[in-house]
T-cell receptor, first 116, second 111 residues
Framework: GAVVSQHPSWVICKSGTSVKIECRSL??????MFWYRQFPKQSLMLMAT?????????EQGVEKDKFLINHASLTLSTLTVTSAHPEDSSFYIC????????????FGPGTRLTVL | QKEVEQNSGPLSVPEGAIASLNCTYS??????FFWYRQYSGKSPELIMS????GDKEDGRFTAQLNKASQYVSLLIRDSQPSDSATYLC???????????FGTGTKLQVIP
């Protein structure tokens, strides 16, 4: 149980385009989803926390207009990187927790974004 | 600011030995503690959770928690090369607060 999927697993795009990443909880209802970014050889950096049906809470320094998060249902959250630039190239990972166990996060497999 | 501290390593142990990974946290009110394993290029995978003082064993893994000392550790018995990864300590302070992750300890198991 507690499986989280992400799509796509990798994406290459041109600078200036927007990229949407989907995160799905496959076998549980995710009341809260988290979006992380991880640069090579660095630690996880929390970008934002989203609860189903409400606006995401962004961490300090994360531009909410650049990283659009939509948590439309209890099983789906999306992260859209708008007008992507090479410095946005990174490993984006989502995680999800349920209402019954809000402290336990299950991670998706991640999406590797390369912006040319 | 709540902090979770880990030695970045690398921690090198020979195959078959016990690997001991340590983590300290600053929030005395923390209630839930987790260990995640992250292989290079992959996302973190939950391997252990612990909520009460003492030891919790799961196969070759033992998590140890000492709330008085604000210390949590992970022991890996009979270490295997496949255990080589970065181990992340995570701490939760209760309710709907976010989990705080440490920066991780890189473990290398030498064949």
């Amino acid at each position: 149980g507690a499986v989280v999927s992400q799509h796509p697993s990798w994406v290459i795009c041109k600078s200036g385009t927007s990229v949407k990443i989907e995160c799905r909880s496959l076998d549980f209802q995710a009341t809260t989803m988290f979006w992380y970014r991880q640069f090579p050889k660095q630690s996880l950096m929390l970008m934002a926390t989203s609860n189903e049906g409400s606006k995401a809470t962004y961490e300090q320094g994360v531009e909410k207009d650049k990283f659009l998060i939509n948590h439309a249902s209890l099983t789906l959250s999306t992260l859209t990187v708008t007008s992507a630039h090479p410095e946005d190239s990174s490993f984006y990972i989502c995680s999800a927790s349920s209402g019954r166990a809000p402290d336990t996060q299950y991670f998706g497999p991640g999406t590797r974004l390369t912006v040319l | 600011q709540k902090e979770v501290e880990q030695n970045s390593g690398p921690l090198s142990v020979p195959e078959g030995a016990i690997a001991s990974l340590n983590c300290t946290y600053s929030d005395r009110g923390s209630q839930s503690f987790f260990w995640y394993r992250q292989y290079s290029g992959k996302s973190p995978e939950l391997i252990m959770s612990i909520y009460s003082n003492g030891d919790k064993e799961d196969g070759r893994f033992t998590a140890q928690l000492n709330k008085a000392s604000q210390y949590v550790s992970l022991l890996i018995r009979d270490s295997q090369p496949s255990d080589s990864a970065t181990y992340l300590c995570a701490v939760h302070s209760g309710g709907y607060q976010k989990v705080t992750f440490g920066t991780g300890t890189k473990l290398q198991v030498i064949p």
